[in-house]
């Protein structure tokens, strides 16, 4: 609904045709140049943050990303568009771009990747992405209400923040998470491998990543099923085309390897550390509660400087009846990584659980400030109530309360008790 009214907005506010600034096609354009910039901007720091946050670890890598980003960029089709390259501190093998050059690669895919050849394709693509204004006319057509809202079902579906998050942070995900055209993919292919070659790197690597791609898909066991295939679709017609059009271009150019393996050694040294990390998830969501600490502390052990394990452990203790320690854990995460919505908002949580309103308002405050969710404004209805400002807590229910499922009837119910 948020999504319709605010395509109906954009509609309104531009229309007529304009040149696509990659293909040179004719191309309807509802959507100016001023919203696409702005749709970026307001909804890539959610978005990030809805997806794993910054890879905080090791900031090095980012800037490595950044500058291949930026080669690549400055030889597109619009070198122009503010890009922003980040590194996002996720397992899921996924890059993706919203509009305005707004782009995000995971730490799970790029400790797959071989070399910064590699690396320069995932990104080229992203932002061919982004300068052919794929999101843009795939809002204008009308997809991403009907088959996008398969996709994000998709590919939010082991994320907690699915169903939870409000307004614009929500078009946001959904902009980066929704299924892109064939046709979308082959064009993003296409000059992706053209940028490459410009920036000298070998577009063979394009090609050979596109195989792997293909293989692992057809496996169909592979962790890029539910990240970057379930957005980018690999396909046999892809790697034709893509083999096609590598050899137009001489063999050569750069590849990069040893560069890349020094620079991705630290997120792969990180590594099991992650992967004892999601073990103990996976034991917490069984009720394996000792286990799951267990595994949370070895990951502590060889990472503690890494937010996620600190709010992970919180909510282990949390459940295991040990609130002190669970606090002190909260404290920690947000202490470790201040702007991370989630974990503001468990500590908001947790707060309010312990009778502490001051200090449970604040957080959940904090939390839907960067990402505004259900969850943190039903709460601060009920501080508000519990403080007796009715006609706050009334707005924050009157928001809520256009939500579904139990959390927007909880609202509604306390709505018509206020009054
Ligand atoms: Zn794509």
């Known amino acids: 609904m948020a999504l319709l009214l605010l395509i109906s907005a954009l509609v309104m506010m531009t229309s007529g045709c304009a040149t696509n600034p990659v293909t040179g096609e004719t191309q309807l354009s509802l959507i100016g140049e001023g919203e696409e910039h702005q749709m970026g901007q307001e909804n890539y720091r959610p978005t990030i943050q809805t997806q794993g946050g910054r890879f905080y670890l090791d900031p090095e ?56 050849a590699q690396l320069a394709s995932v990104l080229g693509h992203e932002i061919v992405h982004a300068a052919a204004r794929h999101s843009v006319q795939r809002m204008q057509q009308g997809m991403l209400l009907s088959a996008g809202m398969a996709g994000i079902g ?44 410009d920036a000298g790197y070998d577009p063979q690597a394009a090609v050979e990543l596109q195989e792997i791609f293909l293989e692992l898909s057809e496996g169909q066991q592979s962790s890029f099923i539910d990240g970057l295939f379930a957005t980018h679709p690999p396909s046999q017609a892809r790697v034709e085309a893509n083999r096609r059009l590598a050899r137009k271009y001489d063999s050569g150019g750069y590849r990069g390897r040893e ?30 509660l000792e286990s799951a600490l267990a595994k949370v502390n070895e990951a502590i052990e060889m990472a503690p400087r890494e937010a996620a394990f600190f709010a992970t452990r919180a909510r282990i203790q949390e459940a295991l009846e040990h609130p002190e320690k669970a606090q002190e854990d909260y404290d920690r995460a947000v202490e470790l990584y201040p702007e991370m919505f989630s974990y503001r908002l468990y500590r908001g949580l ?6 502490n309103l001051d200090k449970a308002q604040a957080d959940l405050e904090a939390s839907a400030q960067v990402v505004p969710t259900s969850i943190a404004y039903l709460r601060l209805g009920d501080i508000a109530a519990r403080k007796g400002d009715r006609n706050k807590a009334a707005a924050y229910y009157n928001e809520v309360a256009k939500a579904g499922g139990e959390i927007g009837e909880e609202a509604r119910r306390k709505l018509s008790n206020l009054q």
Do not use: C
């Not at 890598?61 to 930026?70: A, F, S």
């Open 61 to 116: 890598l980012t800037t490595y990303v950044q500058n291949v980003g930026n080669k690549l960029a400055e030889v597109s089709d619009r070198p122009d568009l503010p890009y922003e390259f980040a590194v996002l501190n996720s397992s899921v093998p996924n890059a993706w771009a919203l509009p305005g050059g707004k782009i995000a690669i995971n730490r799970g895919l790029l400790v797959k990747l071989e070399d910064e």
């Open 154 to 197: 998709l590919a939010l579906g082991d994320n907690e923040w699915g169903g939870l998050i409000m307004g614009g942070a929500a078009v946001g995900s959904q902009l980066a998470l929704s299924q892109y055209s064939q046709s979308h993919e082959l064009e993003a292919d296409r000059y992706g491998i053209e940028y490459m070659v």
């Open 259 to 288: 560069e890349y393996q020094s620079r991705i050694a630290e997120a792969k040294r990180l590594q099991p550390a992650y992967e004892l990390h999601d073990e103990a998830l996976k034991l917490a969501s069984e009720e394996e």
């Open 350 to 355: 947790s707060e309010l659980d312990r009778g």
